[in-house]
């Protein structure tokens, strides 16, 4: 569960990059992506995985909710 920092380390152990296209389920505030990202950096760090790559589909502007 990387929003609770479980298992990270195994995930990107190994890896040369990482790529996140984690997000929420809902619309209401949240941290998903805060959480998520901080646990992901502290694993990548941990394993020495310089490499990031990560995707959102939030919208801005007009085709924001």
Not at 3 to 11: D, F, L, P, S, V
Not at 17 to 33: E, K, P
Not at 36 to 41: D, V
Request: net charge positive; proline share 2%; aromatic share 2%.
């Amino acid at each position: 569960d990387v929003t609770a920092g479980t298992g990270g380390e195994a995930c990107v152990a190994g890896c040369d990059a990482v790529i996140s296209c984690l997000g929420a389920r809902t619309l209401a505030m949240n941290t998903v992506r805060s959480d998520s990202a901080k646990h992901i950096a502290a694993a990548m760090k941990k394993v020495g995985v310089k490499k990031v790559v990560w995707l959102s589909a939030s919208g801005v502007g007009d085709s924001a909710p």
